[in-house]
């Protein structure tokens, strides 16, 4: 049963323009959203985070937009830049006693074209 | 700032066999995460300490994996006896504490069991 889906596995993006990747989640008991950029060979990197109580959240480039009716999450990111091509991993959190470990996504692996 | 530090790397073992990761958290970081990636999957969550106590280790089969948090600082992940499927990328991950905190990822060790 996945919770947190991300249905495209790649997504090909010319330099310059927005790339935008997508996420759903099923379960309602998620408040706080994350998403993480893979390098091969690397662990995830953190890149932005959202929390429930927020619809958007800004970091430079990167903007993450979450509609909590919908269950569902986007990562911006404008202008596109070669060194974004990487996996696209996104995650989430549920409060409960202290635990906090992430649910992921399968990822996106994202590919900026010159 | 240091980052998460995994040892090995790399290790390939047969079936049957027992294998031992290391890893070590920046420094200050009262929270450790050991997760799962297979081939192809996000990364799941194995167990969750802080400081030396277990949190959450819901997702860790128990009759063949254990892990160690002596100290509140180091931790081992050790699989007996690996099973082909135990074949994968195991991240560590460290936070200042639970929720809301970012968490910061080590390189991995990547196992292959033949």
């Known amino acids: 049963d996945q919770q947190v889906k991300q249905n495209s596995p790649s997504l090909s993006v010319q330099e310059g323009r927005i790339s935008i990747l997508n996420c759903d989640y099923t379960?309602?008991?998620?408040?706080?959203f994350l998403w993480y950029k893979k390098y091969p060979a690397e662990g995830p990197t953190f890149l932005i985070s959202?929390?429930?109580?927020?619809d958007k959240n800004e970091d430079g480039r990167f903007t993450v937009f979450l509609n909590k009716s919908a269950k569902h999450l986007s990562l911006h990111i404008v202008p596109s830049q070669p060194g974004d091509s990487a996996v696209y991993f996104c995650?989430?959190?549920?409060?409960?006693?202290?635990?906090?470990?992430?649910?992921f996504g399968k990822g996106t692996h994202l590919i900026i074209q010159p | 700032e240091a980052g998460v530090a995994q040892s090995p790397r790399y290790k390939i073992i047969e079936k049957r066999q027992s294998v031992a990761f290391w890893c070590n958290p920046i420094?200050?970081?009262?929270?450790l995460y050991w997760y799962q990636q297979i081939l192809g999957q996000g990364p799941k969550l194995l167990i969750q300490?802080?400081?030396?106590?277990?949190?959450?280790d819901s997702q860790l089969p128990k009759d063949r994996f254990s892990a160690e948090r002596l100290k509140g600082v180091d931790s081992t992940l050790k699989i007996q006896p690996a099973k082909l499927e135990d074949s994968a990328v195991y991240l560590c991950?460290?936070?200042?504490?639970?929720?809301?905190?970012?968490?910061?990822f080590g390189p991995g060790t990547r196992l292959t069991v033949t």
């Open positions: 991950a460290s936070s200042l504490g639970p929720r809301f905190y970012e968490q910061y």
């Open positions: 379960n309602s008991m998620f408040d706080y």
């Open positions: 959202i929390s429930s109580i927020k």
């Open positions: 995650a989430a959190s549920a409060a409960g006693g202290g635990a906090d470990g992430l649910t």
């Open positions: 420094s200050g970081h009262a929270t």
């Open positions: 300490f802080q400081n030396n106590g277990v949190v959450d």
